[in-house]
């Protein structure tokens, strides 16, 4: 029987000491570069217009908060307009990697540029944590001494500011919900759509009470829930980093469908992880029948990756071999 590794991964742990018969390597290579750089435009290509929409929408209105802050001298409003400027530098910045993360694989690097998508969203999540404790270190002062504010000037910038966050934030969930990415950039959107909710609830309180504490009040429980949300997507973050089984794959169903296939006998050694948080990846050793021919490996080794794609597996690594054989991997 010819036994077939189907491709090779970065971390190796299919090489044993067995002897293998390989595929033809310029065929295989080709089809798995096609298929990253396909897949990157099916379901990446729509997260980067929406950040294109984001960036702009958010560039627009940080210009718009700079002069409204001059001109209801409102350090409120000028303290968020330099916080929306690094939103926008952020967001722009996951526009430029999430673009870069759709070129497909090549000699550098195997499995295409989608690790740029997460490295974006990490370094997006840190600027918003940064950006939630300058919040709680400029407000805290506040709520011990609260400044009077133009709440007419601010009323008009809220109402503005609720519509182009909330525009960019529907714009961002319209969109592929599992890239990392967005949802960092979401999340910035969002916590300066509910500051701007906070102003508007705390401007239109003022126009009728002298009551300044409210505005801070407000800002400190925004801050908190972003912290909160910003974490949990750094951890989600940091386990795609680490290689982490995505939360999405099934291993007993994966099994379950592998072992219904013709001529399988067994499966283990099943390793998955992701390269963006979204497509998954995985390899694993295939305990199949004695004495089968090229043709019925090469057919097996088809049927198995559509099963896994139709999993949400876009990228598999197969290596088969008999029971007589002894893998050292079987736990």
Same mark, same amino acid.
């Given at each position: 029987?010819?036994?077939?590794?189907g491709e090779?991964?970065?971390?190796?742990h299919?090489?044993?000491?067995?002897?293998h018969v390989?595929?033809?390597?310029?065929?295989?290579d080709?089809h798995?570069?096609q298929?990253?750089?396909?897949?990157?435009?099916?379901?990446?290509h729509?997260v980067?217009?929406?950040?294109?929409?984001a960036?702009?929408l958010?560039?627009?209105?940080?210009?718009?908060?700079?002069?409204g &802050?001059?001109?209801?001298?409102?350090?409120?409003?000028?303290?968020?307009?330099?916080?929306?400027?690094?939103?926008t530098?952020?967001?722009g910045?996951?526009?430029?990697m999430?673009?870069?993360?759709?070129?497909?694989?090549?000699?550098?690097?195997n499995?295409g540029?989608?690790?740029f998508?997460?490295?974006?969203?990490?370094?997006t999540?840190?600027?918003?944590?940064?950006g939630?404790?300058f919040?709680?270190?400029?407000?805290?002062?506040?709520?011990?001494h609260?400044?009077a504010?133009?709440?007419k000037?601010?009323?008009?910038l809220?109402?503005l &500011?609720?519509t182009m966050?909330?525009?960019?934030?529907?714009?961002?969930k319209s969109?592929n919900?599992?890239?990392i990415?967005?949802?960092a950039?979401?999340?910035?959107?969002?916590?300066?759509?509910?500051?701007?909710?906070?102003?508007?609830v705390g401007s239109?309180?003022m126009?009728?009470?002298?009551?300044?504490?409210?505005?801070?009040?407000?800002?400190l429980l925004?801050a908190?829930?972003?912290?909160?949300?910003a974490?949990?997507?750094?951890?989600a973050?940091?386990?795609?980093?680490l290689?982490?089984v995505?939360?999405?794959?099934?291993?007993e169903?994966?099994?379950?469908k592998i072992l219904?296939?013709?001529?399988?006998i067994d499966?283990?050694?099943v390793?998955?992880?992701?390269m963006?948080g979204?497509?998954?990846i995985?390899?694993?050793?295939?305990?199949v029948?004695?004495?089968?021919?090229s043709a019925?490996c090469?057919?097996l080794k088809?049927?198995?990756?559509?099963?896994?794609q139709?999993l949400?597996? &876009?990228h598999?690594t197969?290596e088969?071999?008999?029971?007589?054989?002894?893998?050292?991997l079987?736990?």
């Amino acid at each position: 029987m010819d036994k077939t590794i189907g491709e090779n991964t970065a971390h190796g742990h299919q090489a044993n000491d067995h002897t293998h018969v390989h595929e033809p390597h310029h065929t295989h290579d080709h089809h798995s570069c096609q298929h990253d750089h396909a897949s990157g435009h099916s379901h990446v290509h729509p997260v980067t217009s929406n950040l294109k929409v984001a960036f702009f929408l958010n560039f627009c209105f940080t210009i718009i908060e700079l002069i409204g &802050g001059v001109l209801t001298n409102s350090m409120a409003i000028m303290s968020d307009a330099i916080h929306d400027l690094g939103d926008t530098i952020a967001i722009g910045s996951a526009w430029f990697m999430e673009r870069y993360s759709e070129k497909g694989c090549d000699d550098r690097y195997n499995y295409g540029y989608k690790r740029f998508s997460p490295l974006s969203a990490f370094i997006t999540s840190v600027i918003l944590i940064v950006g939630s404790v300058f919040i709680f270190i400029e407000t805290i002062p506040r709520l011990i001494h609260p400044e009077a504010v133009n709440a007419k000037g601010m009323l008009l910038l809220a109402i503005l &500011g609720v519509t182009m966050n909330g525009l960019a934030v529907l714009r961002l969930k319209s969109g592929n919900n599992d890239s990392i990415n967005q949802k960092a950039v979401m999340l910035h959107l969002m916590e300066d759509a509910l500051g701007w909710v906070a102003v508007l609830v705390g401007s239109i309180v003022m126009l009728f009470a002298d009551v300044p504490i409210i505005d801070p009040i407000l800002s400190l429980l925004i801050a908190v829930y972003i912290l909160y949300n910003a974490f949990k997507n750094l951890r989600a973050i940091l386990n795609v980093f680490l290689q982490a089984v995505p939360p999405k794959f099934d291993l007993e169903t994966t099994k379950e469908k592998i072992l219904k296939i013709p001529h399988v006998i067994d499966l283990h050694d099943v390793r998955v992880w992701s390269m963006d948080g979204s497509e998954m990846i995985m390899s694993l050793h295939l305990v199949v029948e004695e004495n089968l021919s090229s043709a019925q490996c090469k057919a097996l080794k088809h049927e198995v990756k559509h099963t896994c794609q139709h999993l949400h597996i &876009g990228h598999v690594t197969l290596e088969l071999e008999t029971l007589s054989e002894g893998c050292k991997l079987v736990k």
